[in-house]
């Protein structure tokens, strides 16, 4: 019984596999991706604000340097902390730490690229 449902579990991953890399290439994302999408944000925002805050020459909206490269951190960091740790393993005081991040986000959006 036993090696039946392995049998089964492996034919299961194999359909799995196939049908999100189609669904992949033909639509750009997976429903895989759906399943956890704060993640697959997560991971897409990520790397580019590392960048951003990299190659950044000048401050394009109106937020003073010293508060731009704090927001810019905080936002790092919440994404950094969804990617890498579950939010049910987080403490109190990192999980208003993430929010605070997410909100900065969500309130500077704008103003993080355009000079508004």
Same mark, same amino acid.
């Given at each position: ?10 034919? !299961?991953? !194999? ?16 429903? =895989?991706?759906?399943?956890?999408? *704060? ?9 580019? $604000?590392? =960048?951003? #805050?990299? !190659? ?10 010293? @508060?731009?490269?704090?927001? $810019? *951190? ?7 902390? !969804?990617? @890498? ?5 987080? @403490?109190? #005081? ?7 991040? $997410?909100?900065?986000?969500?309130? @500077?959006?704008?103003?993080?690229? =355009?000079? $508004?």
């Amino acid at each position: 019984m036993l090696e039946k449902i392995i049998h089964l579990s492996f034919f !299961i991953k !194999i359909k799995r596999f196939f049908l999100f890399n189609f669904q992949k290439m033909t639509r750009g994302f997976s429903d =895989r991706d759906l399943w956890s999408l *704060d993640v697959t944000i997560s991971k897409f925002c990520l790397p580019r $604000l590392k =960048r951003y #805050k990299e !190659i950044k020459k000048e401050i394009i909206s109106n937020i003073p340097q010293e @508060n731009f490269d704090e927001i $810019l *951190d905080k936002i790092i960091y919440s994404f950094d902390k !969804i990617i @890498n740790q579950f939010e049910l393993d987080m @403490n109190k #005081k990192e999980y208003n730490k993430t929010e605070e991040g $997410l909100i900065l986000f969500v309130n @500077n959006f704008y103003k993080i690229w =355009r000079k $508004l």
